[in-house]
C-alpha cells in the first residue's frame, strides 16, 4: 500500500543534497523549483507513483532520481530539466518512471536520460538536446 498522499506547490529546494525524496508516495508536486542541490533535485523510490509537473530542475547533481523496485512508477511530465552537473534524469534498479513533455538539455557531464540495471522508464514526447 501506499501511504503518503502529500501534495506540494509553489515551493523552491535549494542548497540541500537532495531537495525532496518520494518513498511509497502518491505526491503530486507541482510548479517547484529544485537548484543548487548536491546530489540530486529529487529522488523517488520504493514504490513511489508521485506526479511531478511543471517544475523546474537546475544546478543540481541530477535533476531527478528513480531508483528501486518494480513498483516505483512517477509521473515526470512538462518540467524544465536544465544544466545539471550530470544527467536530467536517472532511472535505475527496476523502476519505470514515465517521463513525457519534458524539456532536458545542456548537462555537463553525461547525457538528458540515464537508464541503468534492469530500469523500464516510458520516455516520450521530451526535447532532449545539448547533453
Not at 506540494?8 to 525532496?20: K, T
Not at 503530486?28 to 513511489?48: K, M, T
Request: one cysteine or more.
Amino acid at each position: 500500500d501506499t501511504n503518503a498522499h502529500v501534495s506540494i506547490h509553489l515551493s523552491n529546494f535549494e542548497g540541500n543534497a537532495i531537495g525532496m525524496v518520494g518513498i511509497n508516495d502518491r505526491a503530486e508536486v507541482s510548479r517547484c523549483s529544485f537548484v543548487s542541490n548536491s546530489i540530486c533535485g529529487a529522488r523517488f523510490l520504493e514504490g513511489s507513483h508521485a506526479t511531478v509537473s511543471l517544475c523546474t530542475f537546475t544546478k543540481n547533481g541530477n535533476g531527478l532520481e528513480v531508483h528501486s523496485a518494480i513498483g516505483t512508477v512517477p509521473t515526470i511530465a512538462n518540467c524544465d530539466i536544465v544544466a545539471n552537473l550530470f544527467c536530467g534524469v536517472l532511472a535505475s534498479g527496476h523502476a519505470r518512471p514515465i517521463i513525457t513533455d519534458n524539456v532536458i538539455t545542456d548537462h555537463e557531464d553525461l547525457c538528458g536520460v540515464m537508464v541503468r540495471c534492469s530500469a523500464k522508464p516510458l520516455v516520450a514526447r521530451n526535447i532532449i538536446q545539448r547533453n
